[in-house]
C-alpha cells in the first residue's frame, strides 16, 4: 500500500500546535514481482544474518553488516550477487558501516570494543582496539579528511580515529550517561551526535574539543539516527513524539514534522535530491519525506512479515534497505516512487 499525506503542520520548539493530516492518495498494488511495483528483493546468503546496516560505494555496491552472522556482505548491484566475509573477532556484533574515499569499509564492533575496515582489493581486514574499555562503540561517519567519528554508547564520548596515524582520540561528553548514538560531520569541522538519553543534540568543535549541547524540544525524544543534507541541516526522528526533526545549526532553531501514520522512525538518510529517507519501526514500511512540499510518503515493503532497518539512496536515487524478518536486501526503483508523488 502506498500512502502520500499532505503538507503537515510544522512547529517550532516553542510552538504547541495539533496538526492535522488528509490522506490524499491511496492506491494497492497489485503484486510485489519486478514491473509491476518499485521492489525488489534480495535474500542474504546467511540465513538468520540480521542485516541491520548499509553502505553504497562510489561503483554502486551495497554493503550489508550482518549482526548475527559476524559478516560483511557486498551486493554487486550488475551482477546482483552477494559476496559475504567473516568479520575476524568472533561475536564482535558489528553495529555500523560507512565508505572511505578510496572505497574501503569502516565498521564498528560493539561488544569487541574494536573499529574495523575492510580492504576491497587486497580482501583483508584490520581491527583496532578503542582506548575507553567496554566503550561500546555504536554509530560511524568519515569527515573529508578521511577521519573516522563514532559514538561509544557506554563510554559516553565521541571518538575520533586517524586513519592515516592510526591514533584515536577521545572527546567526553558533558553530560553524564547521555548514550551517545547517530553522529554526522559539517564541512566546518564540527562534529554532531545525538544524545539518546541526555535528550540532547550534541556538537563537537574538532579544532579545540569543545562541546555543546541543545536540549530536544520535547522531553524522552530517544532519536537514534542523524542525517545532514546538502545545507548542513540536521535530520533525526523522535520516538515519543513518533515525528521527524529539523535543526538549523545557523538559527540553532529546531523544527518538528510529525508523522502522518502515527509510527516512529528506524532509520534515515538525506538523498541527492534534499528528500529525507526513513524505515519506520515493526510496521514492515519505509517513508520519504519532501521539505519542499511538506508531503509524506509511506510505501509498504513487500508482503508479509517485514521490519526495515539500515536505509541508504544510490546516485541513482534508488532506495535500499535492509530487513532483518526477511533477511534481505530489498531494492526500490527511485524512479517509479518518484511517480508517487503527487504534482
Known amino acids: 500500500m502506498v500512502e502520500v499525506f499532505q503538507r503537515p503542520t510544522r512547529r517550532g520548539s516553542d510552538v504547541k500546535r495539533t496538526a492535522a493530516f488528509g490522506m490524499i492518495f491511496c492506491v494497492f498494488l497489485p503484486s510485489f514481482s519486478w514491473g509491476a511495483t518499485p521492489f525488489r528483493s ?13 553502505a553504497i560505494d562510489k561503483a554502486g555496491s551495497v554493503w550489508v553488516i550482518e549482526v548475527n552472522a ?5 551486493f554487486q548491484t550488475a551482477e546482483e550477487t552477494f559476496l559475504e566475509y567473516d568479520i575476524p573477532t568472533r561475536g564482535s556484533i558489528p553495529s555500523d558501516v560507512a565508505i572511505d574515499g578510496q572505497g574501503k569499509v569502516w565498521y564498528t564492533e560493539q561488544d569487541a570494543n574494536q573499529l574495523g575496515v575492510f580492504d576491497p582489493v587486497s580482501l583483508s581486514f584490520k581491527e583496532f582496539d578503542i582506548p575507553t ?9 568519515i569527515d573529508s579528511d578521511g577521519n573516522i567519528w563514532f559514538t561509544e554508547f557506554y563510554g559516553n564520548k565521541v571518538g575520533m580515529f586517524d586513519a592515516r596515524k592510526q591514533v584515536f582520540r577521545e572527546y567526553p561528553i558533558p553530560t553524564p550517561a547521555s548514550r551517545p548514538v547517530g553522529i554526522a560531520t559539517d564541512s566546518r569541522g564540527l562534529v554532531w551526535f545525538i544524545e539518546s538519553e541526555g535528550n540532547k543534540l550534541g556538537r563537537l568543535d574538532s579544532k579545540d574539543g569543545s562541546v555543546r549541547e541543545f536540549a530536544m524540544p520535547n522531553a524522552f525524544e530517544a532519536p537514534m539516527d542523524l542525517a545532514m543534507d546538502a545545507r548542513g541541516a540536521l535530520w533525526f526522528a523522535g520516538r515519543k513524539g513518533r515525528a521527524l526533526m529539523l535543526f538549523d545549526p545557523l538559527a540553532e532553531s529546531f523544527d518538528v514534522f510529525p508523522l502522518p501514520s502515527g509510527n516512529s522512525v528506524e ?5 541527492a535530491d534534499g528528500k529525507v529517507y526513513f524505515s519506520l519501526r515493526r510496521t514492515g514500511k519505509i517513508g520519504v519525506f519532501d521539505p519542499e512540499s511538506g508531503q509524506f510518503l509511506e510505501v509498504k515493503a513487500g508482503l508479509g512479515d517485514s521490519h526495515p532497518k539500515g536505509i541508504a539512496v544510490d ?3 534508488n532506495i535500499w534497505f535492509a530487513d532483518i524478518r526477511k533477511n534481505a536486501l530489498f531494492k526500490v526503483d527511485g524512479r517509479a516512487v518518484s511517480k508517487l508523488w503527487l504534482k
Request: glycine share 8%.
Open 133 to 141: 574499555i567496554q566503550s561500546v562503540p555504536y554509530r560511524l561517519t
Open 70 to 74: 559476524n559478516k560483511l556482505a557486498r
Open 42 to 54: 534480495f535474500e542474504v546468503p546467511t540465513a538468520f544474518s540480521l542485516p541491520a546496516r548499509v
Open 315 to 317: 546516485q541513482g536515487g
Open 267 to 271: 532509520s534515515l538518510t538525506v538523498g
